[in-house]
């Protein structure tokens, strides 16, 4: 890389923050980061080097001086709330949807409306979601051209972004790519993540410490990548030189039962000794095909499901140790 260039990353401390900004430090980029007002960082936080910013997402005119200011190269546009959110909205006097439309919609058209304004030649990469999609049949595979149709606020919020920078695409030339986003996990996964909950709960049971893992339905069905292969998706469409909408996803489906195998299976455990579930029922499912990044970016995952879940497990097990540092 010639001349170094600038990443600005929103939602930072997230799972997916963190491990994007530490790739790109790697490679050589100057990180810049931009987390809600106020917000502590985790301990295992984005790494050192990277200059985090305390911005109103939704304030366009704050937006606006940080692009004038920083003048990124690429756009990572992570920061949302979400129903399973580390923060609770609540505490800013909003309600869950309200709190959505303001940090995932405004947002979103605060950053948009700053580049047209600028006339910014940065790519901006907007994390979308499954969410954006209802599964209507047993495997029902999603592409980029999936008719939309959220079933949750969530998802709703996330195909108004998507709308949105598919017109300044069209009519303003925004330089704009939605990375439609199947479930990932890493050992920095939120604990309050059904994938993060088992592994823990692997762990606490090979350290003999009284586990009991209430959970809804093992039989349920996700398509689970690893955190750090979507880390790469992301960058690879920030260097892209066109915007464009691309399924990151495994295309495989896996059951909460596979999950709780792999894991317990993991430490020598059966993992019936230590969990109840109300059902165990076969639900209609949401699988990514993602062709298209593959034939036009060249990214495929490379961490297989069984690896990634048992590095969460004993990633979790050095926690109960007081072993683990920062990943």
């Known amino acids: 890389m010639s001349e170094r260039r600038t990443a600005l990353i ?8 963190r491990l994007l900004a530490r790739r790109l430090w790697d490679d050589g980029y100057r990180v810049i980061g931009i987390t809600r007002p106020g917000r502590e960082s985790p301990g295992d936080g984005p790494g050192p080097g990277v200059e985090v910013l305390g911005v109103d997402l939704a304030d366009a005119g704050a937006v606006e001086a940080v692009l004038g200011d920083r003048r990124p190269d690429e756009i990572y546009h992570l920061a949302a709330v979400h129903h399973s959110s580390q923060e609770n909205p609540l505490a800013s006097g909003l309600d869950v949807r309200e709190a959505m439309f303001v940090h995932n919609f405004l947002s ?10 600028r006339r910014s030649r940065a790519h901006l990469v907007f994390a979308a979601s499954s969410q954006m999609y209802t599964a209507a049949s047993p495997q029902h595979e999603i592409t980029e051209d999936s008719r939309r149709d ?9 195909s108004w972004c998507m709308e949105m920078l598919a017109f300044f695409r069209a009519h303003e030339g925004l330089r704009a790519s939605g990375a439609i986003l199947f479930n990932h996990e890493s ?3 939120d604990p309050r993540f059904v994938s993060r909950k088992i592994t823990q709960a692997a762990a606490r049971a090979r350290a003999g410490l009284e586990t009991r893992l209430e959970l809804l339905n093992v039989g349920a069905r996700v398509d689970w990548c690893d955190a750090r292969d979507v880390a790469q998706a992301l960058t690879l469409m920030a260097r892209a030189e066109a915007g464009g909408d691309y399924v990151v996803a495994s295309g495989r489906l896996h059951t909460v039962r596979d999950l709780l195998r792999v894991a317990f299976g993991h430490v020598g455990l059966d993992w019936r000794d230590f969990v ?7 639900e209609p499912a949401r699988v990514g095909q993602p062709r298209r990044i593959r034939e036009t970016l060249g990214w495929s995952p490379a961490v297989p499901f069984e690896d990634m879940i048992v590095e969460m497990v004993e990633h979790d097990r050095r926690r109960l140790d007081g072993t683990a540092g920062a990943e």
């Open 108 to 117: 979103t058209r605060a950053i948009v409306s700053a580049m047209a304004r």
């Open 150 to 158: 959220p079933p949750t606020f969530y998802g709703l919020t996330k």
């Open 10 to 17: 929103t939602g930072i401390l997230g799972q997916d923050g």
């Open 187 to 189: 050992t920095l996964r």
């Open 276 to 282: 109840s579930f109300r059902r165990d029922a076969e």
